[in-house]
């Protein structure tokens, strides 16, 4: 026996009277408890370095790898390992998230000038080093190193490094496609080091290990994110990423077998993922639970994917219109947004909260996880009302460079003096005025004993 879905069925309500954020609810994701399983983690690291490494690593991994860096050799062997029609789809994911990741980095400097000989530029410099993290948990993300890495290599920063649990199956190093991707992306300084204590080792530092970085990125459990959230400060981090979600919009047009299919490929990756169906038509609704209750008994990760989408956090929606749905989805914000009608493209224009929206039959969710070109590390838990995934820009600065030239400056000095009067910072407007003060000559001092200043 499948799955039992929820539906919630909101047909004839007044959308307008209704906190459509909180209809489709989210799996519980405490990450304030979990600061306080992390903190004690995160001093331990500080203070004891790469010993309270080894502790956690036996604790948490059951296995301390013979060195927390994995030595350059073992990452060329993991190439030289790879299957061929893997490391085939490895450089196919690579080379398209490359190509796209150029486009995201635009130009580099832009300026205007405000008014003659008064020029503001910006200056889009990269962080000088980032730590990746990429999780070992129920699956190897091996491709979330290219998500992170490539994005980071074209943004032109010059010290990257990688953190990945040891894997006890695989003597201790990170799982060995991981490494290969790390060894194809040109990465050499990868450290097997998983969870909290990865995060707190970038973010510390660890003496005789691995140099402090300035930024962490990459996605994790409970306990990575709130590592996260206690560090973010000391480092820029990319986001809290909550467990995955997808939410298909469709129509009656929809091929009940696609929606249901896309729907499993996110329940796959953890009991706690979203999936979630907005739907105009009953019919469709009714025949993706069939397809739902034949396809997920023979799925490999069955258990998984079944408590996934009979949880909380997933569900069929029904709606009266197109309108409707794409209110709900809104409100939602989903990490991925599937759009299966008979015009996606219209009604992907009037989405506004999406990480990432795939559009019609053969554009799903596992096409933006591998090959797709676009970024697979996206706001989750409704955060794409308010953020972007992790692309180029992720990983640079932006600077303002002013440069105003003495008539430009006196153009706008009084402006600034009665500004900085109305603040109740006149040295603020002073800084200014100063410069246009007439500086009078200094005579040589003489042998009177009048005060220098009464000598001016």
């Known amino acids: 026996m499948g799955p039992v879905i929820a539906t919630i069925d909101l047909r004839g309500s007044d959308l307008d009277g209704l906190d459509l954020g909180s209809i489709v609810p989210r799996a519980p994701f405490d990450v304030d408890a979990a600061t306080a399983v992390v903190a004690p983690l995160i001093a331990e690291v500080a203070e004891r370095g790469a010993e309270a490494l080894a502790e956690y690593s036996a604790r948490f991994d059951q296995v301390v790898p013979e060195s927390f860096r994995v030595p350059v050799a073992m990452i060329e062997q993991a190439v030289a390992d790879l299957d061929p029609a893997l490391r085939s789809a490895i450089e196919t994911s690579i080379s398209r998230r490359r190509a796209v990741a150029a486009v995201e980095a635009g130009e580099r400097d832009a300026g205007v000038e405000v008014a003659p000989g008064a020029r503001v530029s910006q200056r889009l410099i990269p962080v000088n080093r980032v ?31 990688v953190a990945s649990p040891p894997q006890k199956d695989f003597g ?57 959230r206690l560090l973010r400060g000391r480092i820029g981090i990319d986001a809290e990423a909550g467990p995955t979600e997808i939410a298909v919009l469709a129509d009656e047009t929809a091929e009940p077998g696609f929606v249901a299919a896309d729907l499993i490929s996110q329940a796959e990756h953890d009991p706690l993922a979203g999936a979630v169906l907005i739907t105009t038509s009953l019919d469709l609704a009714e025949r993706v639970r069939g397809e739902l209750a034949a396809r997920v008994p023979q799925a490999r990760h069955a258990e998984r994917i079944a408590a996934a989408l009979s949880g909380g956090q997933s569900a069929i929606v029904l709606v009266d219109d197109l309108d409707a749905a794409v209110a709900v ?128």
Not at 133 to 159: D, E, F, I
Not at 335 to 348: C, K, N, S, W
Request: glycine share 12%; charged share 15%; net charge negative.
């Open 329 to 456: 989805a809104d409100a939602y914000a989903a990490e991925h947004l599937e759009i299966q009608t008979a015009d996606p493209g219209a009604v992907a224009a009037r989405i506004t909260n999406a990480g990432a929206i795939f559009l019609g039959p053969h554009s799903p969710v596992s096409l933006g996880d591998y090959v797709a070109g676009s970024t697979h590390v996206l706001p989750t838990a409704g955060c794409a009302c308010h953020s972007s995934g992790l692309g180029v820009r992720s990983f640079l600065k932006a600077v303002h460079v002013i440069d105003y030239d003495a008539p430009a400056l006196a153009a706008v000095a009084g402006a600034i003096v009665t500004f900085a009067e109305a603040e109740e910072l006149p040295a603020h407007g002073a800084a200014v005025a100063a410069r246009f003060e007439i500086a009078q000559p200094v005579t040589a001092p003489d042998s009177s004993s009048e005060p220098a200043e009464e000598r001016r």
């Open 172 to 228: 201790g190093w990170p799982h060995p496609v991981v490494l290969a991707v790390c060894g194809l992306l040109g990465v050499e300084e990868v450290y097997a080091v998983g969870g909290a204590q990865a995060i707190a080792m970038f973010a510390h530092g660890v003496d005789g290990v691995c140099p402090k970085v300035d930024l962490v990125t990459g996605p994790g459990n409970i306990y990575v994110v709130a590592a996260k």
């Open 131 to 161: 730590g990746l993290y990429v999780p070992g948990g129920l699956a190897p993300l091996s491709s979330s190193v290219v998500m992170n890495v490539v994005p980071a290599q074209v943004a032109g920063v010059g010290r990257i490094a």
